[in-house]
């Protein structure tokens, strides 16, 4: 399985931004789906954005027109850019591959990371 780190967290006020980056170990080129998952303190964690090898994106509601989720192949990398922040947004951050072999999932994630909105 592919190994992820992410860095780009940290504390940032209401209506700021900021972008997470997701670096995997090898090629992403043949990596199925790449996305951002999020965990808020007590609650579950939820699906934010995902990109597929063939470049479709999908994103969750609530960060639908805000979010853009991107990659660049040749960085082995990918990225969240996160604009119009809200309090809401605030949680731990999770990086997440899916590779689908012979009908099976393989899931790799990141360390997570924290991002902090404030008022």
């Known amino acids: 399985q592919v190994q992820l780190v992410e860095s780009g967290g940290g504390l940032v006020q209401a209506g700021g931004s900021l972008r997470f980056s997701c670096a995997a170990s090898?090629?992403?080129?043949?990596?199925?789906?790449m996305g951002w998952y999020r965990q808020a303190p007590g609650k579950q964690r939820e699906w934010v954005a995902v990109?597929?090898?063939?470049?479709?994106?999908n994103y969750a509601d609530s960060v639908k027109g805000r979010f853009t989720i991107s990659r660049d192949n040749a960085k082995n990398t990918v990225y969240l850019q996160m604009n119009s922040l809200k309090p809401e947004d605030t949680a731990v951050y999770y990086c997440?591959?899916?590779?689908?072999?012979?009908?099976?999932?393989?899931?790799?994630w990141g360390q997570g990371t924290q991002v902090t909105v404030s008022s």
């Open positions: 997440n591959a899916k590779q689908v072999v012979v009908g099976t999932i393989y899931e790799s």
């Open positions: 090898r090629s992403i080129f043949n990596i199925n789906a």
């Open positions: 990109i597929t090898s063939t470049g479709s994106t």
